[in-house]
């Protein structure tokens, strides 16, 4: 008997600065494309790893919203030039996990969520309590994890 093959309608792809993101995009792209599925792409200001002064402060705050925008629309860019037509992008600022598993997907309601994934040890990916391991455990739709090689 052969498998029947989901059907997603919205995709939740989490991006940040790292090339696995980029992996992550290019992933949600093809599947996109395959289902004629809507790409959502959100970036996640970890405001943990910034200090009270930084949070603070204005000039900071507008320059890190600024580079991320920027971020967020090149990879826009790159999912309509690969034939990806609704492709929303949306910025928010907190703790990566919580906010992807119970805003984003409260919000866009998405059948699958993308993530870009660094390889690690499992030692270590057990020692970070890192954002894959929490969307992993908590999420209520279907995660795919796209690492390099």
């Known amino acids: 008997m052969g498998m029947t093959m989901r059907e997603y309608n919205t995709i939740l792809v989490a991006v940040d600065e790292r090339p696995e993101a980029e992996l992550g995009v290019k992933k949600g792209i093809a599947i996109a494309k395959q289902h004629g599925a809507q790409l959502v792409?959100?970036?996640?200001?970890?405001?943990?790893?910034?200090?009270l002064v930084d949070r603070g402060d204005v000039a900071f705050h507008s320059n890190v919203t600024a580079n991320r925008r920027k971020l967020l629309n090149a990879y826009q860019t790159s999912c309509r030039y690969e034939g990806v037509f609704y492709c929303q992008a949306e910025?928010?600022?907190?703790?990566?996990?919580?906010?992807?598993?119970?805003?984003?997907?409260s919000r866009h309601q998405p059948d699958l969520i993308i993530l870009g994934s660094a390889r690690m040890g499992k030692i270590k990916k057990l020692l970070s309590g890192n954002v894959e391991?929490?969307?992993?455990?908590?999420?209520?739709?279907?995660?795919?994890?796209?690492?390099?090689?």
Do not use: W
């Open 41 to 51: 792409l959100v970036h996640v200001v970890d405001v943990r790893t910034y200090t």
């Open 91 to 105: 910025l928010a600022f907190g703790n990566p996990g919580p906010i992807l598993v119970k805003e984003m997907v």
């Open 133 to 149: 391991h929490h969307v992993m455990k908590n999420a209520s739709c279907d995660v795919l994890t796209v690492q390099a090689g």
